[in-house]
């Protein structure tokens, strides 16, 4: 018997896809969430947009609250550490919790580092913003990536352009001459080996999920069709007017995420979704999207 | 490529790798997401994922009893998740079983991912040549009727099982790059195919 193999823990997020990832601050919203279909809940203090509206420094939830969430679902718990925190992903993995997520919504610990991912049994997932970056965490030994976006708005241009800049930035490669792709490697500052394989593969070696600022069933298909192959939650579903029925309609969203007679069956019955704030409207210091090397 | 059209329901979980191995061993491989779509199949593979997403998802393009009706007549490989709703006996309220294998099966036995493991097994189909296992959270066959085949096991655990026409492992044979088990399942949908030309010839 071996534990803690990459492809056990890629493997993982193999089993993610085609699901929605759901932030949750209590027992109740994560039965919520697993009652609607969720995949997988996040567990955290506090949901992004109220650490943007809370300030001071975000950390590691309480390891007491993370475990009475475990105890209350069957499906696979995540939770977030501080980028670089080596320390609190190592609590982490020591209570069980099934991914960990080295996060930019919690202040960094580190400001040029992240945490080397490999020396770990559980897998990690990490933002990216671009190739470059997603390849960068890879290296490292990230089994999951995800957008970035702007967490905490409710505003998905940030995602949108996360991801499409991830799938262009894919689909160039896949058409340069093998005698460029070194210099393009050094454009991404990402390890060659890793762009060789997306050259030749046309994917990220791991799973490429979406998130920060889906609010709607629209914007869970939005990022699918972008390339996404599941998506995350925060805010969205907690902050709106109708968690319950918003958590099911995003879950069948994702899943036919092609087929908009069913989105539109799926989007009429919801009321109000949260309010949010225009991501534009940040100031560069203000956006989580910046933290991370 | 054979005419063999086999099915991969596409609600939720590793569909896509499923289906990639089937169209390696060379049949047509269909994604599932409407109960239309099981009219042009004649096999189904219940992938891995989870079983609450799977069955909270019932119901809303294809229905539960859909399925039933399928699998009455045509072979499902069902693996991990997909396991866990062909098997008995899970007393989990947020599940529901469809019953075709006579195995009492338990979800996520093993503990939290960082238990997760690799293990080389022996089919029983093809004893020469190990295979690589791969669980992942992984549910447990607890015990089997008397129809139940075990074509593999971990240790005195059965892996992997057959009762009649149905296949289910604990294990991800789709996450590998070995496809015994999946030609094995292609077999029995062709010979079940094969009866039923005879029949109605």
Not at chain 1, 120 to 136: H, I, K, Q, S, Y
Not at chain 2, 174 to 186: A, G, M, P, W
Request: contains cysteine; proline residues 4%.
């Amino acid at each position: 018997m071996k534990k803690g193999a990459f492809e056990v823990k890629a493997g993982l997020s193999e089993m993610l896809k085609g699901g929605v990832i759901m932030d949750v601050t209590n027992v109740d919203q994560a039965k919520i969430a697993e009652d609607a279909g969720a995949v997988s809940v996040m567990a955290l203090e506090r949901i992004p947009a109220d650490i943007r509206a809370h300030g001071g420094i975000a950390r590691m939830s309480n390891p007491d609250m993370i475990l009475k969430i475990r105890e209350a679902v069957s499906i696979p718990v995540m939770a977030k550490c501080r980028i670089g925190h080596f320390a609190e992903a190592q609590i982490l993995q020591e209570i069980g919790v099934d991914f960990i997520d080295e996060s930019e919504v919690l202040t960094p610990a580190d400001e040029e580092n992240h945490i080397w991912k490999k020396d770990f049994r559980v897998p990690f997932v990490c933002g990216c913003r671009d190739l470059g970056e997603a390849l960068r965490r890879i290296g490292e030994g990230a089994a999951l990536i995800r957008t970035k976006g702007e967490p905490g708005t409710g505003d998905i241009v940030e995602a949108v352009r996360h991801m499409r800049k991830v799938m262009m930035q894919i689909r160039k490669l896949t058409i340069l001459d093998k005698s460029e792709l070194m210099t393009e490697a050094k454009h991404l500052g990402a390890p060659f080996e890793i762009v060789e394989w997306v050259a030749e593969n046309g994917r990220l070696p791991v799973p490429n999920f979406a998130a920060g600022g889906v609010a709607t069933p629209a914007d869970a298909s939005l990022m699918m069709q972008l390339g996404a192959e599941t998506v995350f939650v925060g805010s969205g579903i907690f902050m709106s007017d109708d968690p319950k029925p918003r958590a099911e309609a995003i879950v069948k969203a994702v899943t036919h995420y092609d087929d908009p007679a069913a989105l539109a069956e799926i989007s009429k019955r919801l009321k109000e979704a949260m309010v949010g704030i225009s991501a534009s409207g940040l100031e560069e210091k203000e956006k989580m999207a910046n933290r991370g090397w | 490529m054979s005419d063999l059209r086999i099915g991969v329901l596409g609600i939720q979980g590793a569909y896509a790798r499923h289906a990639e191995m089937l169209s390696s061993a060379g049949v047509a491989a269909e994604i599932i997401k409407y109960r239309e779509q099981l009219s042009g199949i004649t096999g189904l593979v219940i992938p891995g994922g989870e079983s609450t997403t799977l069955t909270r998802m019932m119901g809303f393009r294809i229905d539960y009893e859909d399925i039933l009706n399928f699998a009455a007549a045509f072979p499902v490989f069902g693996t991990c998740a997909g396991l866990i709703l062909l098997g008995t006996g899970c007393k989990d309220p947020r599940i529901r079983q469809l019953g075709f294998l006579d195995a009492v099966v338990t979800r996520n036995a093993y503990g939290s991912q960082k238990e997760s493991f690799t293990e080389e097994i022996t089919l029983a189909f093809d004893p020469g040549k190990h295979f690589h296992a791969i669980f992942i959270r992984a549910p447990k066959i607890l015990s089997t009727g008397r129809s139940v085949r075990v074509l593999a096991a971990y240790g005195n655990q059965p892996v992997l099982i057959e009762s009649g026409m149905h296949l289910g492992a604990s294990f991800h044979p789709e996450l590998t790059q070995d496809s015994r088990i999946h030609r094995y399942f292609i077999q029995k949908v062709k010979e079940i195919n094969d009866g039923k030309t005879r029949r109605t010839a």
